[in-house]
């Protein structure tokens, strides 16, 4: 693919002759945006009468428009936190990729923590200057990694120091992007140990903890959420609903493990298959993440095909896009969703056919009852996955070559 052209996008600009995901308007075919906000949605013959002079006129050629998907970059620390320049090639490719959101995970050694001495301009060139103002929204997440013996006197001493470190140098970053908070990262098998601890710093805090479980028996981790969580009741530091924990790849395919987990308040993210039926059948909240650089649609057929545990092509879809917005810290406004009133964040993707698809269909289910207001989705068979043709996000435009006609 040629590289994509970065653009300011053009404002008030209508869109028609495609479809349009909306779960206010199901059967939207056109579109029209003006200051940064989807103005209107509905058919092709009013878009016509709608259309005025100053409007540039966009035709969508039968494309299909979604909101962005939440994706996730991550690198290790090192000196000076990589490069600016770096980060902003990411984030524009995680854009001509269908992202919107990111997670920016980076990684420092707790180790290094124990000097006291860590520049906290690295931190602030991890969390604030390399992502401030790009037209993707990130959400910085520092993960300490190599924690040993949590529940000796000095085993959570990296943390603390970390948690000092943001208290005294994320305020930039915040003040600039509120709602979009520094969170803290940790291995779970790191600080089993003393989880209790962890969570109680982090309540008091205020800052969303995630904690990597990929390694982890899910049996183990279910038990110390759940005893955990019931301790930081008694305490009244309950993580709110603005920074839910989250369980980085927890997966189990016994549906008790979910049940216990349903009333503890805890997300799940994703960054891989799991038991997702299982998963929302129970209530557990549950979003995915996909590797850096993956188109964002292979693991959405990947949880529509799966021999086991399969779920609808739109319970997949609405997991990377509405649920991750979820489970970000403290967001203040509604995402994954094309609704008038709302940001004109967007994508375009081409795709060979729509519908409505269940679990394991051969053939996509099509609703004619209007009642039924089922915004159609691409229909997922084999490796043949949607193509990306534009993003557009905060007033600007990332197109691939001759991506909308005039």
């Known amino acids: 693919m040629t590289k994509p052209v970065r653009r300011p996008a053009e404002d008030p600009r209508v869109l028609f002759n495609g479809t349009i995901h909306s779960t206010a308007e199901p059967y ?20 016509a009468r709608l259309q005025e002079d100053r409007m540039a006129v966009h035709d969508l050629q039968g494309a299909l428009v979604t909101p962005p998907f ?6 290790d620390a090192v000196d000076d936190v990589g490069s600016a320049v770096g980060l902003t090639e990411r984030l524009d ?23 006291e001495d860590v520049a906290p301009e690295s931190l602030m060139v991890a969390c604030y200057r390399r992502g401030r103002d790009h037209p993707v929204d990130v959400y910085p997440v520092v993960s300490l990694q190599g924690i040993t013996d949590p529940a000796g006197a000095e085993g959570l001493k990296p943390l603390n120091i970390l948690l000092s470190l943001l208290s005294d140098e994320a305020a930039l970053w915040e003040e600039s992007a509120p709602g979009r908070p ?17 969570r109680t710093w982090m309540a008091e805090e205020s800052r969303q903890l995630l904690l990597d479980v990929s390694d982890a028996d899910p049996a183990a981790v279910v038990e110390d959420i759940v005893a955990t969580g019931e301790q930081l009741r008694q305490l009244r530091l309950s993580p709110g609903p603005a920074t839910p924990t989250v369980l980085m790849n927890f997966d189990s ?4 493990h979910w049940e216990a987990l349903l009333n503890t308040g805890v997300h799940v993210v994703a960054r891989r298959q799991v038991h997702m039926a299982t998963a929302l059948s129970v209530g557990v909240p549950v979003s995915v993440a996909p590797v850096e650089g993956e188109n964002p649609w292979g693991l959405v057929s990947a949880h529509a095909q799966a021999a086991e ?10 997991a990377q896009s509405r649920g991750a917005f ?11 969703q094309l609704n008038p009133g709302g940001s004109a964040a967007y994508v375009v993707w081409e795709a060979d056919a729509l519908g409505v698809q269940s679990p394991n269909e051969t053939v996509a289910a099509w609703s004619t009852d209007t009642r039924a207001r089922t915004p159609l989705l691409p229909y997922l068979e084999g490796d043949d996955l949607p193509r990306w043709k534009m993003t557009a996000l905060a007033g600007v435009e990332w197109a691939a070559s001759s991506a909308v006609a005039e």
Do not use: C
């Open 28 to 47: 939207a075919e056109a579109m029209v945006v003006e200051n940064d906000q989807i103005a209107w949605l509905g058919s092709d013959e009013t878009a």
């Open 70 to 75: 939440v994706g996730w970059i991550t690198e």
């Open 93 to 115: 490719a995680a854009a001509a990729s269908g992202y919107g959101t990111v997670r920016l995970e980076v990684r420092f050694a707790a180790e290094a923590m124990h000097t």
């Open 182 to 198: 520094v969170a803290v990262g940790l291995k779970y098998t790191e600080v089993a140990g003393n989880l209790i601890g962890v």
């Open 253 to 256: 395919a016994d549906r008790g």
């Open 309 to 318: 545990d399969a779920v609808s092509v739109r319970a997949a879809f609405n």
């Open 326 to 336: 979820r489970s970000l810290p403290e967001r203040q406004s509604p995402g994954g």
